[in-house]
């Protein structure tokens, strides 16, 4: 069994925490949060509940952080240093030497420390990286309505760095350029984003983030020679399309466009993400392997960044 404890349980801390109490391999012992209203989300009875984490840190094996992003780096620091195994929501940190002195601190103490790129475990975007080998266009878009629980973070932190860190995982080339252009709509900082990245191999990614949208929408598709690959994050569905022939239509007073192609529906096994992501932690924890992967991290951290810069919000 091992024994976990939530700090923060604002809107993702909750579900953390809701999950952890369902896992059978898994004791919450306690969660924190400044304001005693939050805990209320957890029911059980034997969990401790404070405001401060140190009320229960020796007691648990790790630490799921919920927190803003301004306090990961501190109470992150403070958790690795006690030998406690870390998973924090992303993105990890404010700068990326904090990020490098994290993952530093962690492999020094042994300790897992992971991410929180929730998508990573998403079934739909398991089965992508296997039908995908030579990619020449990407276009993502995440889009939906202003949530003010976000106000702190641009929309490339909030949205953004998710299709960000699936996208370098695909191409696996250097990003050789960017070019952005964004937009405040709700908050001081940028609500909405446009992205192009060109990378070292040829490859080419579109990306639009906004949290001022009126639908929600999370979905990213790949050109490949003689294959669209499209994937619906929400319904984790993954469709390849194979043209088979088209052709113009001319009609009196009209022309039309007419296109025939095969579809393939790719087999997903679906799943909560965010369970599959608690349960990659906790095996980490308990086999000692795929504990830290800085690489992968602090390569969608420092795009992440650079696009902030262009846009005035770093």
Known sequence: MVKIGVIGLGHMGGFHASICSALPHVQLVGVSDPNPESW???????????????????????VII??????????AK??????????????????????????ALAQQKKCTLH??????????????????????LIESHRVGPFSPRVKDDSVVL????????????????????????????HTTS???????????NGVIASITSSRAAQIKQRSMAVHQKNEYVYLDFTTQDVLIHRQSSSSVLVGKDQLKYRQDSHIERVFVYKDN???????????????????????????????????ERLLGVR
């Open 40 to 62: 209320k989300k957890v029911h059980a009875s034997d969990v401790i509940k404070s405001e401060k984490y140190t009320d229960w840190i020796d007691h648990v094996d790790g």
């Open 66 to 75: 919920a927190v803003p992003t301004a306090y990961h780096y501190p109470i």
């Open 78 to 103: 403070e958790c690795l240093s006690l030998g406690k195994h870390v998973l924090i929501e992303k993105p990890i940190t404010s700068t990326i030497e904090q990020a490098e002195e994290l993952f």
């Open 115 to 136: 991410v929180g790129h929730v998508e990573r475990f998403n079934g739909a975007v398991q089965e992508l990286k296997k039908v995908i080998d030579t990619p020449y």
């Open 158 to 185: 909030d949205l953004m760095i998710h299709d960000l860190d699936i996208i370098l995982n695909l191409v696996d080339s250097p990003v050789i350029d960017i070019h952005a252009l964004g937009q405040k709509v």
């Open 190 to 200: 940028c609500d909405i984003a446009t992205v192009l990245l060109h990378f070292k």
């Open 273 to 307: 993400p965010l369970k599959l992501e608690i349960e990659h932690f906790v095996s980490a924890i308990k086999t000692g392997t795929h504990m830290v992967n800085p690489e992968q991290d602090i390569a969608a951290l420092k795009v992440t960044f650079d696009i």
